[in-house]
């Protein structure tokens, strides 16, 4: 594989994986870590639901029906551990793309040193400067 096609291959390699990191950001956003609570007031006991909404801690009251309380409990750890997935993925493919950013960086310079050895070989051939 030549380094031109190197290039092309990494930076088409970087571009996916950004836009995979930019829906994965967006999914993160948009669901947020959900968490369930309970208050005893006056010897009664309210649940509520619990996450970040614009950088501020949200409570939404889910009610005292014990059925409904179970479901609700495995909805929200179901999407905790969807979410965590998720999470644990973009963590991966940051640091994919990093490594392949690094990559782009080397083969671009060993590209240009290249070109720069292949013309002062046709300008100087008696210096015995070859391509590599």
């Not at 829906?23 to 005893?40: A, C, F, G, H, V």
């Not at 905790?80 to 671009?108: D, F, G, M, P, S």
């Not at 070109?115 to 210096?127: F, G």
């Amino acid at each position: 594989m030549s380094i031109e096609s190197n290039i092309g291959y990494l930076d088409y390699e970087i571009s996916s994986n950004k836009e995979k990191l930019a829906l994965m950001e967006k999914y993160l956003l948009t669901n947020p870590s959900l968490s369930i609570y309970r208050r005893k007031i006056n010897r009664k006991t309210y649940y509520y639901k619990k996450f970040r909404k614009d950088g501020k801690s949200v409570s939404q009251y889910l009610g005292n029906d014990p059925n409904q309380l179970t479901e609700i409990m495995k909805e929200i750890k179901d999407k905790n551990q969807e979410r965590l997935k998720v999470k644990e993925k973009y963590k991966k493919l940051k640091e994919i793309t990093a490594a392949l950013e690094k990559q782009l960086k080397i083969a671009r310079k060993a590209f240009t040193i290249k070109k720069w050895r292949i013309q002062a070989h046709k300008r100087y051939p008696q210096l015995k400067i070859l391509p590599s």
